[in-house]
């Protein structure tokens, strides 16, 4: 089955860890891209990467860093930089018509 | 500077019966509108798109409408069903980039009741 896989699916950050949220997708697509979602609010792009070894900020990228080293994997790892890390994270690619969006399961960062 | 808004957080709709939700947007330059889907725990899913060139399109029990000068859209679901029940994003893309960059409401929860 085709599809875009997030792991884990809730994750537990320390103060002053940083953690990496798995994004995996196997569409062959191009473009990947990391949101946060904060209750009552939209999605807000942190980072994108519209093909392998580049990426660009979003409007939210601070405290985060991305890896694009493998057309299908676009990890995010969230640093002790980020102060308010507790969000929905939801990862997503695109193909051709990049506005069309897949998204994967979401992963729930939470801070002990 | 919210650009795209969604002013109802919810909303309730009997069976059968007609939903609209609605989307406003202020920046000028965005010319193409997409609606997303999302249950609990899961990611957002594509429903439905518009072009700035249209002012209609249709899919199914789906359909979307624009209003380019007064910045509005709508979604109607017709005839509404209980597992329609989910949040729904509206977005916009354009303003002069190309590399999918979306732009989302803040969500409307659609409670279809039986």
């Known amino acids: 089955d085709g599809g875009i896989t997030q792991s884990p699916k809730y994750l537990f950050r320390k103060e002053g860890q940083n953690v990496t949220l798995s994004c995996e997708q196997n569409?062959?697509?191009?473009?990947m891209y990391w949101y946060r979602q904060d209750p009552g609010q939209g999605l807000r792009l942190i980072y994108y990467?519209?093909?392998?070894?580049?990426?660009q900020k979003g409007d939210i990228a601070e405290g985060y860093s991305v890896s694009r080293e493998k057309k299908e994997s676009f990890p995010l790892t969230v640093t002790s930089a980020q102060k308010n890390p507790t969000a929905f994270y939801l990862c997503?690619?695109?193909?051709?018509?990049?506005?069309?969006?897949?998204f994967g399961p979401g992963t729930r960062l939470l801070v002990l | 500077d919210q650009q795209v808004k969604q002013n109802s957080p919810s909303l309730s709709v009997q069976e059968g019966r007609i939903s609209i939700l609605n989307c406003d947007y202020t920046?000028?330059?965005?010319?193409?509108f997409l609606w997303y889907k999302k249950y609990p725990a899961e990611g957002p899913t594509f429903l439905i798109s518009?072009?700035?060139?249209?002012d209609k399109n249709e899919d199914g029990r789906f359909t979307v409408f624009l209003n380019k000068s007064a910045k509005h859209l709508s979604l109607h679901i017709v005839p509404s069903q209980p597992g329609d029940s989910a949040v729904y994003f509206c977005?916009?893309?354009?303003?002069?980039?190309?590399?999918?960059?979306?732009?989302f409401g803040q969500g409307t929860i659609l409670t279809v009741h039986p």
């Open positions: 997503a690619s695109a193909g051709t018509y990049k506005e069309t969006q897949y």
């Open positions: 569409l062959n697509h191009d473009a």
């Open positions: 990467s519209q093909i392998v070894n580049d990426f």
């Open positions: 920046n000028s330059m965005f010319d193409y």
């Open positions: 518009i072009s700035s060139i249209k």
């Open positions: 977005a916009a893309s354009g303003g002069g980039t190309s590399y999918g960059k979306l732009t």
